[in-house]
């Protein structure tokens, strides 16, 4: 699956990515570069939407390698 189109189709939206290593990671979509894709956290309140947005990973929060990606999906189905 190419994940680059993905994500930059998703950039702004708040998804859903699990990775290879088994690690389930939600958060606004923020950044997208040849290699990695850049979330900014949020946590879910349990069927109730979003509780807020993550602290402490500044302004495009973290990257995840586009290479390790599993699955990419929007977290709205999710709730």
């Known amino acids: 699956m190419n994940y680059y189109n993905l994500c930059c189709r998703y950039h702004g939206k708040v998804v859903r ?3 290879r290593f088994g690690r ?3 958060g606004e979509i923020t950044r997208v570069t040849d290699s990695k894709v850049y979330i900014r ?3 879910a309140n349990q069927g109730y939407g979003y509780l807020g947005w ?3 990973y500044g ?3 973290y ?3 586009l290479g390790a990606i599993t699955g990419l ?3 709205a189905f999710f709730w």
């Open 17 to 19: 990515i699990n990775d």
């Open 24 to 26: 389930n990671h939600i």
């Open 41 to 43: 956290p949020v946590r």
């Open 54 to 56: 993550g602290y402490g």
């Open 59 to 61: 302004g495009y929060g």
């Open 63 to 65: 990257g995840i390698a």
């Open 73 to 75: 999906a929007l977290a």
